[in-house]
């Protein structure tokens, strides 16, 4: 699957690795992958200077992982991590809403401060609710 934002060609691959790519080449910037999980599509800041990635460590297993990572040179921002129980097979893409992040995770949507990762909120209500407001 192929992501551009603010001039910043990415790419999510079978592999499950998040890649940067330079636009006019083609070349490699970055790429992150966390060794035996699995990788949601990237969530990016409004300005485009933050990539937001969710990660489980294999599949039906309890244990994520949000991170928030530098889109310039892959530097990490910050890291949270979550054990909610693993009742869906697909990971989804957070989403960006002002300040927050919205972390959908099952029938669980965790809210995070996008600048520090600090959990504001967990909810069990519908993600279409969340989504909507």
Known sequence: MLF????????????QRL???DPQTGTILWEYAKEEAE???PAFSSRGDVVYVLTRQQIGSSFY???AISAGKRELLWQQHF???AQWEKLE???VQDELL????????VILHVTDGHLL???TQPQEDIRRR
Do not use: F, H, N, Q
């Open 4 to 15: 551009w934002k603010e001039g910043r060609l990415y790419v999510e691959t079978d592999a």
């Open 19 to 21: 890649v940067r790519l």
């Open 65 to 67: 992982e949000v991170t």
């Open 39 to 41: 990788i949601s599509p």
């Open 83 to 85: 054990v909610v129980p």
């Open 121 to 123: 909120s967990s909810s």
């Open 102 to 109: 919205l972390v959908p995770l099952g029938e669980r949507v």
């Open 93 to 95: 893409t957070p989403v």
